[in-house]
Protein backbone atom coordinates (compact mmCIF):
# COMPACT_ATOMS: atom_id res chain seq x y z
CA UNK A 1 0.00 0.00 0.00
CA UNK A 2 0.74 3.43 -0.91
CA UNK A 3 -0.52 6.87 -0.35
CA UNK A 4 1.62 9.90 -2.51
CA UNK A 5 0.25 13.30 -1.74
CA UNK A 6 1.22 16.49 -4.15
CA UNK A 7 0.11 19.29 -4.98
CA UNK A 8 0.78 21.95 -1.67
CA UNK A 9 2.42 25.43 -2.24
CA UNK A 10 2.65 28.68 -1.01
CA UNK A 11 -0.84 31.16 -1.96
CA UNK A 12 -2.30 34.15 -0.94
CA UNK A 13 -5.44 34.61 1.39
CA UNK A 14 -8.59 33.98 -0.83
CA UNK A 15 -6.54 31.61 -3.23
CA UNK A 16 -7.27 28.31 -4.18
CA UNK A 17 -5.04 24.46 -4.73
CA UNK A 18 -5.61 21.60 -5.56
CA UNK A 19 -4.03 18.47 -4.18
CA UNK A 20 -3.54 15.08 -5.02
CA UNK A 21 -3.93 11.64 -3.21
CA UNK A 22 -2.08 8.96 -5.54
CA UNK A 23 -3.35 5.49 -4.34
CA UNK A 24 -1.53 1.64 -4.84
CA UNK A 25 -1.71 -1.80 -3.54
CA UNK A 26 -5.45 -1.25 -3.29
CA UNK A 27 -9.07 0.14 -4.82
CA UNK A 28 -10.41 3.35 -3.98
CA UNK A 29 -13.79 1.21 -4.45
CA UNK A 30 -12.80 -0.74 -1.62
CA UNK A 31 -11.42 1.59 1.01
CA UNK A 32 -12.04 5.32 1.73
CA UNK A 33 -9.27 8.09 1.79
CA UNK A 34 -9.47 10.87 4.25
CA UNK A 35 -7.52 14.10 4.32
CA UNK A 36 -6.01 15.55 7.36
CA UNK A 37 -4.08 18.20 8.44
CA UNK A 38 -1.60 19.22 11.08
CA UNK A 39 -0.38 22.83 11.91
CA UNK A 40 2.31 23.21 14.35
CA UNK A 41 1.87 22.64 17.77
CA UNK A 42 -1.49 21.30 17.38
CA UNK A 43 -3.52 17.78 16.61
CA UNK A 44 -3.57 16.57 13.42
CA UNK A 45 -7.39 17.38 12.54
CA UNK A 46 -9.50 15.48 10.26
CA UNK A 47 -10.63 17.93 6.74
CA UNK A 48 -12.83 15.41 4.60
CA UNK A 49 -13.14 11.80 3.57
CA UNK A 50 -14.50 9.78 0.38
CA UNK A 51 -15.86 6.81 1.46
CA UNK A 52 -15.70 3.61 -1.04
CA UNK A 53 -19.05 4.22 -2.17
CA UNK A 54 -18.55 7.78 -2.78
CA UNK A 55 -19.53 9.54 0.30
CA UNK A 56 -18.40 12.77 1.26
CA UNK A 57 -17.66 13.95 4.97
CA UNK A 58 -16.20 18.11 5.59
CA UNK A 59 -14.89 19.45 8.53
CA UNK A 60 -16.98 22.37 9.79
CA UNK A 61 -14.33 24.64 8.95
CA UNK A 62 -13.79 23.50 5.64
CA UNK A 63 -17.31 23.44 4.23
CA UNK A 64 -18.22 25.65 1.62
CA UNK A 65 -14.90 25.66 0.16
CA UNK A 66 -12.99 22.11 -0.22
CA UNK A 67 -14.38 19.82 -2.45
CA UNK A 68 -13.18 16.41 -2.45
CA UNK A 69 -13.62 13.93 -5.31
CA UNK A 70 -11.99 10.49 -6.80
CA UNK A 71 -10.84 9.14 -9.92
CA UNK A 72 -11.41 5.47 -9.61
CA UNK A 73 -9.45 4.70 -13.43
CA UNK A 74 -6.25 6.77 -11.77
CA UNK A 75 -7.31 5.48 -8.60
CA UNK A 76 -6.47 8.81 -7.49
CA UNK A 77 -8.38 11.18 -4.49
CA UNK A 78 -8.73 15.29 -4.78
CA UNK A 79 -8.84 17.86 -2.51
CA UNK A 80 -9.81 21.17 -4.03
CA UNK A 81 -9.06 23.94 -2.00
CA UNK A 82 -10.39 27.77 -2.59
CA UNK A 83 -11.01 30.73 -0.61
CA UNK A 84 -8.08 29.62 1.76
CA UNK A 85 -7.20 31.22 4.91
CA UNK A 86 -3.94 31.98 6.63
CA UNK A 87 -5.51 29.22 9.01
CA UNK A 88 -5.81 26.76 6.35
CA UNK A 89 -1.93 26.72 6.53
CA UNK A 90 -0.65 23.09 7.63
CA UNK A 91 0.95 19.86 6.15
CA UNK A 92 -1.76 17.96 4.65
CA UNK A 93 -2.07 14.06 4.74
CA UNK A 94 -3.96 11.40 3.14
CA UNK A 95 -4.92 8.48 4.59
CA UNK A 96 -6.55 5.26 4.14
CA UNK A 97 -8.84 4.04 6.49
CA UNK A 98 -12.35 2.53 6.75
CA UNK A 99 -13.75 4.16 9.55
CA UNK A 100 -17.43 4.24 10.96
CA UNK A 101 -19.61 7.10 10.03
CA UNK A 102 -19.47 9.17 12.82
CA UNK A 103 -15.77 8.99 13.62
CA UNK A 104 -14.13 9.69 10.21
CA UNK A 105 -12.54 12.23 11.61
CA UNK A 106 -10.38 10.12 14.03
CA UNK A 107 -6.49 9.45 12.60
CA UNK A 108 -6.53 6.54 14.84
CA UNK A 109 -8.75 4.46 12.68
CA UNK A 110 -6.42 5.18 9.48
CA UNK A 111 -3.72 2.51 8.95
CA UNK A 112 -2.16 3.59 6.04
CA UNK A 113 -0.47 7.59 5.42
CA UNK A 114 0.90 9.61 3.11
CA UNK A 115 4.00 11.52 3.56
CA UNK A 116 2.11 14.81 3.84
CA UNK A 117 2.35 18.47 1.74
CA UNK A 118 2.87 21.19 2.68
CA UNK A 119 -0.05 24.36 2.77
CA UNK A 120 1.17 27.95 3.25
CA UNK A 121 -1.65 30.12 3.10
CA UNK A 122 -0.09 34.19 3.43
CA UNK A 123 -2.25 36.61 4.65
Known amino acids: VQLQASGGGLVQDGGSLRLSCAAS????????IGWFRQAPEKEREGVSH???????YYADSVKGRFTISRDIAKNTVYLQMTSLKPEDTAVYYCAKGRPVTSAWFDSSLYADWGQGTQVTVSS
Open 50 to 56: IRSNGVK
Open 25 to 32: GFRLNDYG
